[in-house]
């Protein structure tokens, strides 16, 4: 059985991880980033990781084929350099050659977003298709894709950022600079600026309620909480919320065509009561709607441990491009 270390890299906390060939994660160990050190302080701290989560899993790194780190920002899988992450402060970090250096394995790097489709890919809810779309609704929406076995990532390592096409011009003003990104409604964050902008507007709804009156306290599902409640306001902001998110899957679908599409992120909890209606709505607008096929859209189904799984398995499309 072969074993590989999979890093998910987050501006919050390290999670590394030993994946076995069928995907399933042996043990698992974390500890805060603690972003804005140096790159080499993170780097030994993601080694210890390594080292401690192969000791905790009962074999040693003899028996470890590689190591894969999943990075939030522009990772090129080529020369093994962070050319860019603003969580972390990165700008042109020799990622794969200092960690090796420590660990003695080869190290892949790719995005966060890109590993964690990757993992579905491998091991998860697309497993087996040929060719998959993935999005991850959480603070921002990130995006991967995966055609006949390959990430597409464009030619500079930077594609697939989904969360940062236009829904709406001249909309809401988004961090990367431009006006009316899809994030800005899509993602979580977007969904709470939603539910706080119908708060402002209306003081009796229930929406108050589920937050003890403390505006501040709004999170992406409390409009989810005060809509099963029974809150007509909440049922709207939720409505207006998957309007918005079917825009940019259509979108996608329509570019991609993918065999299946996978929502995963903290929203994708909601299950059913986010994906029917996610469904309905696409199929009234997507352009292959009279098609005898069209894309399945599911739940993603590793969580959090999908970038752990997807970056362990980084070291296959590499073999493969040999």
Not at 192 to 215: E, P
Not at 267 to 285: D, F, H, Q, W
Request: aromatic share 6%; with cysteine; glycine share 14%.
């Amino acid at each position: 059985m072969r074993y590989d270390i999979g890093i998910d890299l987050g501006g919050t906390n390290i999670v590394a991880g030993v994946v076995d060939g069928e995907g399933r994660i042996l043990r698992k160990v974390d500890k805060s980033t603690d972003a804005g050190r140096e790159p080499a302080h993170i780097i030994r701290d993601m080694a210890e990781l390594a080292l401690s989560a192969t000791e905790k899993s009962g074999i040693s790194m003899v028996d470890v084929g590689s190591v894969g780190v999943g990075v939030p920002g522009t990772a090129n899988s080529d020369t093994g350099v962070v050319e860019f992450a603003s969580n972390l402060y990165w700008r042109d970090v020799p990622l794969s050659a200092m960690l090796s250096a420590r660990i003695g394995k080869a190290v892949h790097i790719g995005n966060d977003a890109n590993a964690a489709a990757y993992g579905e890919y491998t091991s998860g809810a697309a497993k087996g298709y040929g060719s998959v779309v993935a999005i991850t609704i959480g603070t921002g929406i990130g995006g991967g894709a995966i055609y006949d076995g390959s990430l597409l990532t464009g030619f500079n390592h930077a594609g697939m950022e989904v969360g940062h096409m236009v829904i709406r011009k001249g909309g809401r003003a988004c961090p990367c600079g431009r006006l009316g990104c899809w994030e800005r409604y899509a993602s979580a964050t977007g969904l709470a600026i939603t539910t706080r902008s119908a708060m402002g507007d209306d003081k009796n709804t229930r929406l108050w309620d589920i937050v003890g009156g403390d505006i501040g306290k709004v999170e992406g599902r409390t409009a989810f909480d005060a809509m099963e409640a029974g809150d007509n306001v909440a049922r709207a902001v939720i409505d207006t919320y998957i309007d918005d998110l079917a825009c940019g899957v259509i979108n996608l679908i329509n570019i991609f065509q993918p065999d299946i599409l996978c929502v995963g992120g903290g929203v994708s909890n909601e299950g059913e009561v986010l994906l029917a209606p996610l469904r309905e709505k696409v199929m009234i607008e997507v352009y292959s709607r009279n098609s005898g096929k069209n894309t399945e859209i599911v739940r993603a189904s590793l969580g959090n441990d999908a970038g752990i799984i997807g970056a362990a398995h980084l070291y296959r499309i590499h073999e493969e491009d040999k």
